[in-house]
């Protein structure tokens, strides 16, 4: 199935989430392993962060860029739908950095935690709005599973959180790599 194969106000995510799944996996994958007490691979902090931002770019690219098709032949009320999707990507963030902010005030080490988990909860709400919105069943499952998983990571010591959103984040996303190719949710 082709870009041009899907109607107005459908959204083709597929090369998207293989972008966000590299991301997941090398990025945040690089930072489980060389967090922790005795990290099997000892890496400075900043290098997961480039990893992760070299692979994150892109996909933030393609995922716009789908949506920005997507609008495409759509009406006004569905334009105006995804411009207040756009503004809840900020709203969200401005929103996260407030809360890391004042919780992290005491504890700095926190935000080692707070801030995978959290922009990964942002990432998950927000597309549950998206997929609600677009009817796409699909990238509502995915929202839900990514919110699900990054706050239940929180239960875990710092590795631990880096390593469940590489592995069910990054799984999470190959999956519906893969199912949006079938389509899963069609938009009327």
Known sequence: MSANDFRPGEVDNRAAYAGFTLAFVLGHGSAALSRGADPPLPLPHWVPLVVLALFLVPALALSVRAGVRAQRGAGPERERAESLLGGAWCTGFVALALAITGLAAGTPSLQDVLWPAGSVLIVGMVNVAEGAV????????????????SSASLFLDVAGVYAVLAVAGGGGYALAAALAGTRVARTP
């Open 134 to 149: 677009r009817r796409d069943v699909l990238h509502y499952a995915l929202g839900t599973w990514l919110a699900l998983l």
